[in-house]
């Protein structure tokens, strides 16, 4: 049996709105990486010089000597969307924005391919066709017997070949060049692309004009950034003006004029040239690297390796505007490879992997260096269709994020001694009055208040005082007939009873989940010292407040000084009204913050050391609800009370 493809209409929105959603120099990543697969061991993005000296107009030409395209599959890789000859297979391929789809939005003029292969090389110009809102092929005039539809240009077979103005097409793509050694690299096969711009007048080597690429080693400083390693095999060179004005009249005229080539390095061979001494600063130096590993939470989700480099100082960040071809120290980012030898970054400056997460005191962060590789758990990791940001796949999502935060709890866990070596020399020195167990205090905190996110467990009251923890819950029976549903209640366990034209049917009720009673919760001045408001006992399910702790006398004297404030003076009796209001509101936080905690902890065993701990509930009692703003609930009530009693006094005297 034979299928019909599927067919797209005009293509123009479909690309347009891939375009919308790449990435500045993505174009410079997808040439790259096409290179790769087509076994290029060179792979060049220079000046178009014929468009130079006939038009004076600087166009960029990316080139590599890969194997190239033959003659009869140009139309069928190149003149189509969502495909250029790879096989789009596993989850984790080389899918989503290409070459084509982030380059002719900005080059409706024209994209024009030159391909050698086996002894022929062959022309095709994909443009942007107005009149039916759709990119393609463009057909051009080839008055010869080859056969071929005039999309597909043998140029082979022409001495010269002219198309609107006097560029001979045929001089366009050069037989050579030369190395950083001074080696002639043959182009006898490979690729050449030839960017015209919207109208064929723009100088295409600033790149896209929409994102703003014109920038002195801007390509170079992207591949640095954007490839962790470039394949030992494979050089990528990039043509460089000395000058780093965007005025046309101030560049060179001729190849042989002032210019040079920079070679992408990779980043860690930047991280590497990073931490090497210099001239200029010799005391520079790597002061200790490893890798952390971070095993996987739960099963299926990804966990990571951690590489991480960490500088004797930071005077290395002076010289970063002698080598702005290097990335911008400090940096964090994501490797992750889906094609042979090319390892990719990803979520490059993307606030969850800050170096801040790792390190808060720029000081010490500013000599980090962080490189995160995901690590498989049975479900494959994948970039999404953009290939900035990657997922994996979930059990319950399909394209779930990484989960970065776990992975930085971990490092805080287990960092590294060299780090947190320089991070208390730091505190240690006095060059900041930062107590530095906040920031520990406070990701704790913020990792507690994810489980809070849940709502699992339906809390039981007390019964005569004791806590119904743990207890079975109630079944209940619902009774159907027709349309109605009726409810009843019962600890019978009894099953659903449907009433149909059939006559009854069975149908089980759903089992409850497991019912917890709220914790029993006591204030207490005997508690010997302890740096915790908050005590809690597993076995009796009692939680206890310290009133002597920093914490409550702190908060205590914040809602006293908040109410003077607002009234002026507080009689004894008022004040005695507002102590019992904050006692009273310390109680109904920690009974909430405790319950919740035992249930979550029912729920998720492996996260109870987590929850139930004095230090983690302690950040709790603040972290769900403030103290504060349930206590101003219970002033007014205690406050009335107060005068009420007064006012009984007052008549009883009289």
Same mark, same amino acid.
């Given at each position: 049996m034979s299928n019909a493809l599927m067919t797209m209409g005009d293509s123009g929105p479909h690309i347009d709105r891939a375009y919308a959603a790449s990435a500045r120099f993505q174009w410079v990543r997808e040439l790259i990486v096409n290179s790769a697969q087509a076994n290029a061991d060179f792979v060049k993005f220079g000046t178009e010089w014929e468009a130079v000296r006939e038009l004076d107009v600087h166009r960029r030409i990316v080139m590599d000597n890969g194997v190239?395209?033959?003659?009869?599959?140009?139309?069928?890789?190149?003149?189509?969307?969502?495909?250029?000859?790879?096989?789009?297979?596993?989850?984790?391929?080389?899918?989503?924005?290409?070459?084509?789809?982030?380059?002719?939005?900005?080059?409706?003029?024209?994209?024009?391919?030159?391909?050698?292969?086996?002894?022929?090389?062959s022309m095709l110009w994909l443009h942007y066709k107005p009149e039916d809102n759709s990119y393609g092929a463009r057909e051009l005039d080839i008055d010869n017997a080859s056969g071929l539809p005039g999309l597909v240009v043998p140029l082979d077979e022409f001495e010269?070949?002219?198309?609107?103005?006097?560029?001979?097409? +045929?001089?366009?793509?050069?037989?050579?060049?030369? /190395? $950083?050694?001074?080696? !002639? *690299?043959?182009?006898? %096969?490979?690729?050449?692309?030839?960017?015209?711009?919207?109208?064929?007048?723009?100088?295409?080597?600033?790149?896209?004009?929409?994102?703003?690429?014109?920038?002195?080693?801007?390509?170079?400083?992207?591949?640095?950034?954007?490839?962790?390693?470039?394949?030992?095999?494979?050089?990528?060179?990039?043509?460089?003006?000395?000058?780093?004005?965007?005025?046309?009249?101030?560049?060179?005229?001729?190849?042989?004029?002032?210019?040079?080539?920079?070679?992408?390095?990779?980043?860690?061979?930047?991280?590497?040239?990073?931490?090497?001494?210099? +001239?200029?600063?010799?005391?520079?130096?790597?002061? /200790? $690297?490893?890798?952390? !590993? *971070?095993?996987?939470? %739960?099963?299926?989700?990804?966990?990571?390796?951690?590489e991480w480099w960490l500088l004797k100082d930071t005077a290395r960040q002076k010289s970063q505007q002698h080598q702005s071809y290097l990335p911008t120290f400090p940096i964090t980012s994501v490797a992750y490879s889906s094609h042979d030898d090319v390892t990719e970054t990803f979520s490059r400056g993307t606030p969850q992997i800050s170096p801040t997460k790792f390190v808060k005191p720029a000081a010490v962060n500013q000599r980090l260096s962080v490189l995160i590789t995901p690590i498989q758990n049975g479900k494959p990791v994948f970039p999404d269709y953009t290939r900035q940001t990657l997922r994996y796949e979930s059990a319950t999502v399909g394209g779930a994020d990484l989960p970065y935060e776990y992975w930085i709890d971990y490092w805080h866990e287990n960092m590294p001694e060299p780090v947190r070596t320089a991070l208390d020399a730091y505190y240690a020195s006095g060059a900041s009055g930062a107590d530095p167990h906040v920031d520990d205090i406070a990701r704790l905190g913020k990792r507690l208040l994810t489980y809070f996110q849940h709502s699992v467990f339906r809390l039981g009251p007390h019964v005569n005082g004791d806590s119904m923890y743990p207890g079975s819950g109630s079944r209940r029976s619902y009774k159907k007939t027709g349309r109605r549903t009726t409810r009843s209640g019962g600890d019978s366990g009894s099953p659903d009873i449907t009433t149909s034209a059939e006559g009854a049917q069975e149908v089980p009720a759903k089992p409850r989940k497991q019912r917890i009673g709220m914790v029993a919760v006591n204030v207490r001045d005997d508690i010997p010292d302890s740096d915790h408001i908050i005590q809690y006992d597993r076995a009796e399910h009692i939680a206890e407040i310290n009133r002597n702790s920093a914490v409550y006398k702190t908060t205590l004297m914040a809602i006293l000084d908040e109410q003077v404030a607002k009234r002026g003076t507080l009689t004894e009796a008022e004040e005695a009204a507002v102590r019992r209001a904050t006692e009273r509101a310390m109680k109904a936080v920690a009974c909430t913050a405790v319950t919740h905690s035992v249930g979550l902890s029912l729920e998720i065993p492996e996260i109870a050391d987590d929850v139930l701990t004095d230090a983690a509930l302690s950040t709790c009692l603040h972290g769900i609800q403030a103290v504060q703003s349930v206590a101003s609930g219970y002033i007014g009530h205690e406050l009335g009370e107060a005068r009420k009693k007064k006012h009984l006094t007052s008549v009883s005297t009289a």
């Open positions: 190239g395209i033959p003659r009869a599959q140009m139309l069928e890789f190149l003149n189509r969307f969502g495909g250029s000859g790879q096989t789009v297979g596993a989850t984790e391929g080389n899918f989503g924005i290409g070459a084509k789809t982030s380059s002719l939005r900005w080059n409706r003029h024209g994209m024009v391919i030159i391909s050698r292969h086996d002894g022929e090389e010269e070949f002219y198309v609107d103005d006097d560029i001979d097409w +045929t001089k366009v793509f050069p037989k050579s060049t030369k /190395d $950083r050694e001074g080696k !002639t *690299v043959s182009f006898d %096969t490979g690729t050449a692309i030839v960017f015209l711009g919207d109208d064929g007048t723009q100088h295409t080597v600033l790149g896209d004009p929409n994102r703003e690429e014109w920038v002195k080693y801007g390509i170079v400083k992207y591949c640095n950034e954007a490839f962790v390693e470039v394949p030992d095999n494979m050089a990528i060179s990039v043509e460089q003006y000395e000058v780093q004005t965007a005025e046309p009249k101030d560049w060179p005229k001729d190849p042989k004029d002032t210019k040079q080539d920079r070679y992408v390095v990779g980043l860690k061979r930047a991280i590497k040239f990073h931490h090497t001494p210099s +001239t200029a600063y010799p005391d520079v130096a790597l002061q /200790d $690297r490893g890798v952390l !590993t *971070v095993p996987g939470r %739960t099963p299926g989700e990804p966990g990571a390796q951690i």
